[in-house]
């Protein structure tokens, strides 16, 4: 059963930063891509930044230049820099992974961020 688990969420201030780690637990696969999304109320959930195994990262446009995606697969983890958050940055976000072995992807159970202005 493939766990994921993320740390890092909270209420910050407009300007500030945050950092989001997400470790994938109980599998044997090998990771194809790790990465992020974020649901704000009332919208769909989109896409925020992946990385593959290969180093590979895509950012969703409004993010660009403030968030930065990272990896430590060796430990099953991705991790978010979010830097000059904006109130448009509050959502939910998920982690998300991918395994070469299996076509289904996994989800995180969810972390709030909140951005006040």
């Known amino acids: 059963q493939v766990q994921l688990v993320e740390f890092g969420g909270g209420l910050v201030q407009a300007g500030g930063s945050l950092r989001l780690s997400c470790t994938a637990s109980g599998s044997a696969f090998t990771i194809n891509f790790m990465g992020w999304y974020r649901q704000a109320p009332g919208k769909q959930r989109e896409l925020v930044a992946n990385?593959?195994?290969?180093?590979?990262?895509r950012y969703a446009d409004p993010v660009k230049g403030r968030f930065t995606i990272s990896e430590d697969f060796a430990k099953n983890t991705v991790f978010l820099q979010m830097s000059s958050l904006k109130p448009e940055d509050t959502a939910v976000y998920y982690c998300?992974?991918?395994?070469?072995?299996?076509?289904?992807?996994?989800w995180g159970q969810g972390t709030q961020v909140t951005v006040s202005s």
């Open positions: 998300n992974v991918r395994f070469f072995e299996v076509p289904s992807s996994y």
């Open positions: 990385i593959g195994s290969g180093g590979s990262t």
